[in-house]
């Protein structure tokens, strides 16, 4: 667990992706400017959101197969894809496909339930199979059958001059270790754990047995832990939104404050039916997020980490949050880039 004392291992960073919906390249080519600085800057992993019938990322597998020729070194992830919006099989293919032409980077990162807004875009999504689909775990695991190899048709030869396969083509052997699942429930934690997935944890949970945030991340941390194979050993990744400020101008330090502040009321308790607690911003200089981070009981359980840029920001904004973690923020937790 990272102290003082025993360093951060892995450090990345997530992006949403806006763009303008009217002028939608700058905004998609913003987003593969901040992956390739993030390489630059020596971090470990860039990840970026899945957002449907919004102006950010609709089709991050498309993203990172650009930012996949773009770099060379820095782990590629999603953080997530609902997997309500796809069909296994042919996201199967194209994480392969993703995964073979990055060299290896690929971390698929996936979630189930039904689509947001569902009522709203089920007649467009599956019109003639709404009320059949499956949305809960069953449809993970069919995606993990076909990651791994596993036999998805009966037939298996040659017809005419076509020749046919039994199994998911490409296939990327060790995809299948490195694909994630967000979870917000203690119950998601405990199934991720005992399919052997690695474990996304945000900042966004469900308060069931506590509110305190913190407390919350660290149950779901045990949770997942106890029930997967590799117990301790079980690759966790936490997801904060932190917002650095040293090298920031005076504008962009007040600009910060104020995104965090109109964010605030949400996370002094549970909302919604669903009882979704969300956590603090936390803005400040390095110094000050370190102190935070180690006093935070989910940080803790934690030797990865993928801290979430704001939305909304400009390009320059970017610059100057991920220069600072990856300068100020990351050797202050411990953490060395990679050269």
């Not at 959101?49 to 773009?70: D, E, M, N, T, W």
């Not at 009882?275 to 935070?296: K, N």
């Amino acid at each position: 667990m990272p102290v003082p004392s025993a360093p951060l291992r892995k450090l990345g960073f997530l992006t949403i992706g806006l763009f303008d919906g009217d002028d939608p390249r700058p905004g998609h080519e913003s987003t593969l400017r901040v992956i390739e600085l993030g390489e630059q800057l020596g971090f470990d992993s860039a990840w970026v959101r899945h957002r449907h019938l919004q102006f950010g990322i609709s089709s991050p597998v498309a993203i990172l197969a650009a930012a996949s020729q773009r770099t060379s070194r820095i782990e590629l992830g999603t953080a997530v894809i609902p997997l309500g919006w796809e069909n296994p099989l042919r996201l199967a293919e194209d994480l392969a496909t993703v995964d073979l032409l990055s060299g290896g980077r690929l971390n698929p990162g996936l979630s189930v339930g039904p689509p947001m807004r569902w009522d709203d875009v089920k007649e467009a999504l599956y019109p003639d199979a709404m009320d059949v689909e499956d949305f809960t775990y069953e449809r993970v695991e069919r995606l993990l059958r076909m990651v791994r190899g596993e036999v998805v048709s009966p037939f298996e030869g040659t017809v005419g001059i076509e020749q046919f396969a039994d199994r998911v083509q490409p296939h990327s052997a060790g995809l299948a270790s490195r694909l994630w699942y967000g979870g917000a429930s203690l119950r998601s934690a405990q199934w991720a754990g005992e399919h052997g997935m690695n474990f996304l944890t945000s900042s966004v949970v469900k308060a069931e047995e506590w509110q305190a945030f913190a407390d919350i991340q660290l149950s779901h941390i045990q949770r997942f832990r106890e029930h997967h194979p590799d117990g301790a050993r079980a690759r966790v990744s936490q997801g904060l939104v932190v917002v650095p400020t040293d090298t920031a101008t005076t504008e962009q330090a007040a600009k910060y404050q104020k995104y965090a502040e109109s964010r605030m009321a949400r996370t002094a308790e549970p909302q919604g039916p669903a009882r979704m607690m969300f956590a603090p911003d936390i803005v400040g200089t390095s110094e000050e997020i370190a102190e935070r981070l180690y006093a935070h009981a989910g940080f803790r359980e934690v030797d990865e980490v993928a801290f979430a840029l704001p939305f909304s920001f400009e390009h320059e904004d970017y610059v100057q949050i991920l220069s600072d973690i990856a300068t100020r923020l990351g050797p202050a937790l411990g953490w060395s880039p990679t050269a």
